[in-house]
């Protein structure tokens, strides 16, 4: 209860529902979306998300957007693609909106959230990958992947991308803490953890495209020299 009590008067109000909204991405999809609608018409009937569109800069090409992706979908038929098009629509809805409330202390907080969340899911994908084991009759641990995991999320593909992020975060952490060596050592063990299950999961395309995210960070960081080793 402490906890949350600091966690009050740390952010404002805004800011703990961009945190749980961050939070939420780790549901699956039949629980995020209602949440993500809930959060929505919130914003709506409270004109809040009408204000923050009125000063966003060409927000007239989302309306564009949105509105040639409805048309079409509604013309062919396309039920899942118009639903497809009113989520993202929401989706920006909630990035215009909360990009006013996020500060370095709110962003900071989400990323650490988020990796320290990510060792549940990677708990929670072994509990999963023995479960595997079981029901095939493997009694000892294996690298062979019999089936993707998925852990917490409802698809393997969407925990690979989850992962993905993750891995990048851990190496933004890694480089932005500083004379705190048993916080560099957590991220790089958390790190390491993540790709782990990356292979596990069978998506393993995303090594490339964590290495090129990263070698992005490094440039924008100048650690040249370890964007080149990794590159090689």
């Known amino acids: 209860m402490n906890y949350l009590k600091d966690l009050k008067e740390q952010f404002t109000f805004d800011q703990l529902l961009l945190i749980f909204t961050c939070f939420s991405f ?10 993500l609608l809930i959060e929505f018409i919130y ?3 409270s004109k809040k998300a009408i204000i923050a569109l009125k000063q966003t800069p060409q927000i007239k090409f989302l309306y564009l957007f949105v509105l040639i992706s409805l048309s079409i979908s509604i013309i062919h038929k396309n039920i899942l693609g118009a639903l497809a ?3 993202i629509f929401i989706v920006i809805i909630l990035m215009v909106y909360y990009r006013k409330h996020i500060n370095q202390s709110t962003f900071e907080f989400i990323i650490d959230m988020l990796i320290v969340l990510s060792i549940l899911w990677a708990i929670y994908g072994i509990y999963e990958q023995f479960q595997i084991y079981h029901r095939l009759g493997v009694d000892h641990f294996t690298f062979k992947v019999y089936a993707s995991l ?3 999320f409802y698809n393997a593909n969407y925990y690979a991308m989850m992962i993905e992020f993750i891995a990048v975060c851990t190496v933004y952490k890694f480089f932005t803490v500083k004379n705190n ?3 560099s050592i957590f991220y790089v063990i958390v790190g390491f953890l993540n790709l782990f299950m990356l292979y596990m999961t069978g998506c393993r395309a995303g090594y490339v495209a964590i290495a090129g995210a ?8 100048k650690n040249y020299k370890l964007c080149v080793l990794i590159a090689l």
């Open 181 to 183: 060596l048993k916080r």
């Open 26 to 35: 780790t549901f699956p999809f039949y629980i995020l979306g209602p949440i």
């Open 150 to 152: 998925n852990s917490v």
């Open 85 to 87: 098009t009113l989520g």
């Open 214 to 221: 990263i070698c992005l960070f490094l440039i924008f960081n």
């Open 43 to 45: 914003l709506l009937v």
